[in-house]
């Protein structure tokens, strides 16, 4: 499984950044896609996560700001990023678990917010 991520850049605190993870599988397949980040000196945390019903997880920091969805059609995974701030700056990384739980990440994109 190969996974790329697109969609960081710059923002103002307070804007609005959308990034996407585009899969080489059928992520319809699969037990769960995720979006983790990794802070500068920091350890890599998961950020929300959605799995094979569809269903949605979130940690406290993107509870309310953060919408994790993906189309099957397309194979791609997204997370909308709203009202941003300088903590959220870091770089973005999609994982997925295919059916037996076997992990694959992507390359990561890198976001930055000013305040």
């Known amino acids: 499984v190969q996974l790329q991520a697109s969609g960081g850049g710059s923002a103002q605190a307070g804007e609005s950044l959308r990034l996407s993870c585009a899969a080489s599988?059928?992520?319809?397949?699969?037990?769960?896609e995720a979006w983790y980040r990794q802070g500068p000196g920091e350890r890599r945390a998961l950020v929300a996560r959605?799995?094979?019903?569809?269903?949605?997880y979130y940690t406290r920091s993107a509870r309310g700001r953060f919408t994790i969805s993906r189309d099957t059609r397309r194979n791609e995974v997204y997370l909308q990023m709203n009202d941003l701030k300088p903590e959220d700056t870091a770089t973005y990384l999609c994982?997925?678990?295919?059916?037996?739980?076997?992990?694959?990440w992507g390359q990561g994109t890198l976001v930055t917010v000013s305040s």
């Open positions: 994982n997925v678990e295919t059916s037996d739980l076997t992990p694959f």
């Open positions: 599988g059928r992520i319809s397949t699969y037990s769960s």
């Open positions: 959605i799995g094979s019903d569809g269903s949605t």
